[in-house]
């Protein structure tokens, strides 16, 4: 079975930290770029980190400095390591992938939802206090 799946969601107080990660079965997670999304709420799904076969990240400008994306790919998983969490990265995350042919990625603008050849289930976080 070719899929992906989200683990490591939970519930996060403001300023702690939490990791996610997306591990794939059934293909080679190394040959692909992938992306983790977030659906918030009443709010579009917005990407927020990709990570490309070449090894590239790209962060949009909300999390920069306080998520970190990065591969492990002798395991076919990525991580998204979420520090100095806030209460509006409440969110069920969702990793994407798409064969990685362009071997950069780049976190879509706006909140479009591209084309991707994989998507997991998702995993959510809260906020706690």
């Known amino acids: 079975q070719l899929q992906l799946v989200e683990s490591g969601g939970g519930s996060v107080q403001p300023g702690g930290s939490l990791r996610l990660s997306c591990s794939s079965s059934?293909?080679?997670?190394?040959?692909?770029?992938v992306d983790w999304f977030r659906k918030a709420p009443g709010k579009e799904t917005e990407g927020i980190a990709c990570?490309?076969?070449?090894?590239?990240?790209d962060y949009r400008d909300s999390v920069k400095g306080r998520f970190t994306i990065s591969r492990d790919n002798a395991k076919n998983t990525v991580y998204l390591q979420m520090d100095d969490f806030k209460p509006e990265d409440a969110a069920v995350y969702h990793c994407?992938?798409?064969?990685?042919?362009?071997?950069?990625?780049?976190?879509?603008?706006?909140?479009?939802?591209?084309?991707?050849?994989?998507w997991g289930q998702g995993t959510q976080v809260t906020v706690s206090s």
């Open positions: 994407a992938a798409i064969r990685g042919f362009q071997p950069r990625c780049v976190v879509p603008e706006g909140n479009s939802v591209p084309l991707r050849d994989y």
């Open positions: 059934g293909f080679t997670l190394a040959s692909y770029n």
């Open positions: 990570i490309g076969t070449s090894g590239n990240t």
